[in-house]
């Protein structure tokens, strides 16, 4: 009975999102949204980032998730000292109503310490998901972003070395 009621809630989720073709963001102002951290505090981003830099890892689907670990594993793993938000944005109605179930179940699977660090986009998701592009949604999209909310590196292919090669560099040239 509970994998039925999970196909039937998977179903609706799906036959109620748009696609949107995927694009660059490279040089793009990052528009405004607003998020709940994961501690239940709301935030507005990017005004919410007060440091030079900031990496957003944004996610579609829960599969995102596999890809945001190893982007998470090879930051760690070559000491990139950058102030890094999983952003899982979710677009449509209904998902805004099972708001509870899916931050309650976020937080048996990330350590209380990284809470703050995880913002859902529930109302805007779909603003972002609009922004970048959301074919291919297991990947990640990779955006790191000045004070003002320019995208200075954006990558959205899913998780590769050269490609955190390329964003280590833009973050020492910053």
């Known amino acids: 009975m509970k994998l039925l009621s999970l196909l039937f809630i998977t179903a609706l989720l799906s036959a109620c999102s748009t696609t949107y073709p995927n694009k660059d963001v490279n040089g793009s102002i990052l528009p405004n949204m607003l998020g709940e951290t994961l501690e239940k505090e709301s935030v507005v981003i990017p005004a919410l980032f007060d440091t030079s830099l900031s990496l957003l890892l944004v996610g579609y689907k829960q ?57 859902t986009l529930y109302e805007d998701g779909e603003t972002m998901q609009a922004f970048t592009g959301n074919e291919n949604a297991n990947n990640a999209r990779i955006i790191l972003i000045d004070d003002k909310g320019k995208v200075l590196y954006f990558y959205d292919r899913g998780f590769s070395v050269k490609a955190l090669n390329e964003l280590r560099a833009v973050i020492s040239n910053n």
């Open 63 to 119: 599969d995102s998730q596999f890809d945001i670990d190893r982007w998470l594993i090879g930051l760690d793993m070559t000491e990139t000292n950058i102030a890094a938000y999983e952003l899982p944005a979710i677009q449509g109605m209904l998902p805004r109503m099972f708001e509870t179930q899916i931050n309650n179940g976020m937080r048996k699977g990330i350590p209380k310490e990284l809470w703050k660090g995880v913002i």
